[in-house]
Each structure stands twice: as structure tokens, then as C-alpha cells.
């Protein structure tokens, strides 16, 4: 198996700097990141943002950190947050008071409401009003995918700029010998969840194919693991949380990678599993077809006679080539890179 680059661990700590990597600019630019959460896509943008300045990542847990948002607001020389919530609502007012330019990403569910499959934080008018102030005055929106652009459009009308999320290939690449085995990389906190990410229909598609591996990864809250323990065959293994390595040689080794969902923003893991060579069986909701295009099988949510034909040709026509010849050519992080770097430091010139 090749050496997979990025494997051993470690990252840049959260809510600590991240200093300006040489090379790039002679300006020691500050800028300050927002989130909810230390996500692997949030963490590869600030690796991306300290290339042009020192970066602080603030990860926002509630009010009580209001005056050390304000503070480092006034510190910061350009903002960005990663959802368009309460944090960015108040990073937009008090960057337009100090005259700093506030870059906000949409990630899906903060500028959604479904309520038929429970997904979406617009549900209240506070909300609606707070997150359309945010899109109608923040100085740029980043959208994830066409589909998230067409979201927050439909709350504010104004330009919003696509930009996928990134891929590293050169770490998500294929390795070794396939195993035959089925994954899916879902969490699950509730049985809405669990439906959404159509887990159902993977542990039920899992009955017709007896001699293959169905591999579960992520988190599921225990009444959902109750829940679909007692549908679940004995050739479903539910592996938990992994770690990136673990993850990694998951998706190498797996042949397929099932993500029939009833909602996808972007599909990080489905990009990451066809960047290491898996046949992607996947819905046609949401973002998920601008990710894998004609690359890999469609399958209807929770029609089981449908997955069950989308899982039986990936198995037997496989098309890992080419999905990861789709990632390659279309979501390289460095294509990500290259544009995040070239919209910040344009907002910086002109600040």
C-alpha cells in the first residue's frame, strides 16, 4: 500500500493562532475564523488562511463568548465564518461597524428548511430574519455547492459565489486490494438523523447481499444503534467513531461507497471515497449529483428495490477509475485554495 501523506495525526489546536506560513505575502494580515465546530473541511481552510496571515480559529459554543467574539473582531483585520448563525449575524454588525470585510460560508442545513425529512435551522422568524440580515450585508458568500448557493438565494437575493469544497488526493488515493465490503460514513444523534441519512435502507440492502461486508462508520446515539439492531443481519459491522487513518484505509479498502441519503449540502466523505477509488451508490438529492455526476450509480431514497439494483452494479461494474478521476479534476483542494486565497486577499487590498 502507498504511504498515505497526512496520517499521522496532529493539526493545528482550535482556538489558538495559526501563524502566516512564509512565501506568500509580506503583510502579516490577521484574520479570524468562526465556527461551530472543528470539522476537518473548516481545518483545512485554516491551514489555507494562514498562508496569507496570522489566523485565530474561534470555535463558538454560545453567548457566553459574545465579548471574546467582539474582541477578537476587533482585532481582526477580515473575518469568516464557517454556517451562517447566530455568530455570524453578530460577526456581520460589528464588522460593518469597524469597517471590516466579513466572509460568511453557508454549510446547508443553516440556510435550509425541510421539514419533511427535519432538516434546516430556519424554522423560526427570529432565525429567518437574523441569518437573511447576515447574507444580505456580509461582504462575501462562499457557498459549498451549487445547490447551498441556490439555498441561501432563495433568503436573500444577492450574488453568492460558488466554491467546492477541497480534496486532497495525494492522501485519498487508492491503496491495495480491494475487500469487497460496502461503507457509509453517517452520524446519527436521533432517529431523524438516521432516516435522513437513510440508514435504513443500508442496513435492509445489506440482507440481499449475504456474503458481502456492510461497514458502518460514525457516531450513533443509542436508540438509533437500538433501532437498527434489531432490522441489522450479521454481515453489518458498525465499526464507530475511527480515527483519520483507520477512516483512510476504510475507504481504501472498501469497493463501494453508499450515501443514499434524503439531503447531502456537498458529500465531503462520498468526494473522499471516490478520490480512493470506490464506486459511489448515492441519491440524486441535494448537492450529491454535482459531486459525483456520471461517475458512480443512482439509487432512489428509501426505495429499497432501487438500491438494491444501484448496489448489485457497482459490485459487478465497477467505476472507481473514474470516480476518482472526477475528484481529481474537479475538487482538488488546490483549486479550493487557490480561489479562497485570491477572495480574501482582494477583501484585503480594498479594507
Not at 464557517?82 to 460568511?104: D, E, H, I, N, Q
Not at 461503507?183 to 432517529?191: I, P, Q, R
Request: net charge positive; charged share 25%; proline share 5%.
Amino acid at each position: 500500500m502507498p504511504e498515505s501523506p497526512g496520517c499521522s495525526g496532529g493539526g493545528v489546536p482550535s482556538n489558538r493562532r495559526t501563524s502566516r506560513a512564509p512565501g506568500r505575502s509580506s503583510m502579516n494580515r490577521r484574520v479570524l475564523l468562526v465556527s461551530n465546530l472543528d470539522a476537518s473541511f473548516v481545518s483545512l481552510d485554516r491551514e489555507i488562511l494562514a498562508e496569507i496571515g496570522d489566523v485565530r480559529h474561534l470555535i463558538y459554543r454560545g453567548r457566553r463568548q459574545l465579548p471574546q467574539l467582539a474582541l477578537q473582531i476587533a482585532r481582526a483585520d477580515l473575518i469568516m465564518c464557517w454556517f451562517v448563525l447566530g455568530y455570524a449575524t453578530t460577526s456581520v454588525l460589528l464588522g460593518r461597524a469597524l469597517r471590516k470585510p466579513v466572509v460568511l460560508i453557508p454549510g446547508g442545513w443553516d440556510v435550509r428548511l425541510i421539514p419533511e425529512i427535519g432538516y434546516g435551522a430556519m424554522t423560526t422568524q427570529s432565525r429567518i430574519r437574523k441569518t437573511r440580515y447576515a447574507l444580505r450585508r456580509a461582504d462575501l458568500v462562499l457557498a459549498i455547492s451549487s445547490d447551498i448557493a441556490a439555498a441561501a438565494r432563495s433568503w436573500e437575493d444577492r450574488q453568492v459565489e460558488v466554491l467546492h469544497l477541497g480534496v486532497d488526493t495525494r492522501r485519498f488515493q487508492p491503496g491495495g486490494s480491494r475487500d469487497g465490503s460496502i461503507l457509509t460514513v453517517a452520524g446519527a444523534n436521533n432517529e431523524i438523523d438516521s432516516q435522513r441519512k437513510g440508514l435504513s435502507g443500508f442496513v435492509k440492502v445489506a440482507h440481499l447481499f449475504p456474503r458481502r461486508t456492510f461497514v458502518h462508520v460514525g457516531h450513533l446515539a443509542p436508540p438509533v444503534r437500538q433501532s437498527l439492531g434489531k432490522i441489522c443481519p450479521p454481515n453489518v459491522l458498525f465499526a464507530g467513531r475511527l480515527n483519520d487513518c483507520e477512516l483512510l484505509d476504510r475507504f481504501q479498502r472498501a469497493s463501494v461507497y453508499y450515501q443514499v441519503s434524503a439531503h447531502e449540502g456537498f458529500g465531503l466523505a462520498i468526494a473522499e471515497a471516490m478520490a480512493c477509488g470506490c464506486t459511489p451508490v448515492v441519491s440524486d438529492r441535494g448537492a450529491i449529483p454535482e459531486v459525483v455526476g456520471q461517475s458512480g450509480y443512482y439509487a432512489e431514497y428509501s426505495d429499497l428495490e432501487s438500491i438494491y439494483e444501484a448496489v448489485r452494479m457497482a459490485l459487478d461494474r465497477p467505476t472507481g477509475d473514474a470516480a476518482r478521476k472526477r475528484i481529481v479534476d474537479q475538487f482538488q483542494i488546490a483549486r479550493r485554495r487557490e480561489r479562497l486565497l485570491g477572495y480574501v486577499e482582494h477583501l484585503l487590498s480594498q479594507s
